[in-house]
């Protein structure tokens, strides 16, 4: 955030909306924290308006929910270009995250699903045709997630604000 640091409380709600912000109200929140219901609603904005949250989305089993095969490519792009390209490559078919990587030769990484080798494929020729290089790819057999811990600070903020060192804003 430009105007002021993440403090101890933003790193809380961080945190628990990292856990599940479909289910966890400010009231919850607010709990956690030692803050109020309002308190959290607007530092919610505050990080939202910031962008520091970015958005809100479904946890998808691509597994589960019939698109089985889950292919990591590693591409190499120019410099120059690799940024320019994220896009573009999330406008393809089947294509579900592009992580634009700083270190090393390969320095796109691109995650696609499909239900069979027949879908993947495609993919990895539209990267060759965009002018990228496909350096390798890996088949991932599953793929967990769990909230970033240098958010969960409940402990230290539910101590701030005992002693009311935690402002409505």
Do not use: W
Not at 115 to 132: C, F, K, N, R
């Amino acid at each position: 955030m430009a105007d002021r640091e993440i403090d101890d409380v933003d790193k809380a709600i961080l945190h628990a909306l990292q856990e599940d912000a479909r289910n966890m109200s400010s009231g919850d929140i607010a709990e956690r924290t030692g803050t109020s219901d309002s308190t959290v609603r607007k530092r919610i904005q505050r990080l939202e308006s910031d962008g520091v949250v970015k958005g809100y989305s479904a946890d998808v089993d691509y597994q589960k929910s019939g698109y089985p095969l889950r292919m990591l490519l590693y591409c190499t792009a120019s410099i120059a270009e690799r940024g320019t390209l994220i896009d573009e490559i999330l406008s393809i078919e089947g294509v579900v995250s592009v992580q634009e990587l700083v270190t090393g030769e390969q320095n796109l990484l691109v995650t696609a699903v499909g239900e069979s080798d027949s879908d993947i494929t495609p993919v990895a020729q539209e990267l060759l045709d965009m002018g990228l290089g496909v350096a390798d790819e890996v088949l991932v057999r599953s793929h967990e997630t769990t909230p970033f811990g240098g958010f969960d600070a409940r402990g230290d903020a539910g101590d701030e604000a005992e002693d009311g060192a935690v402002d409505d804003a």
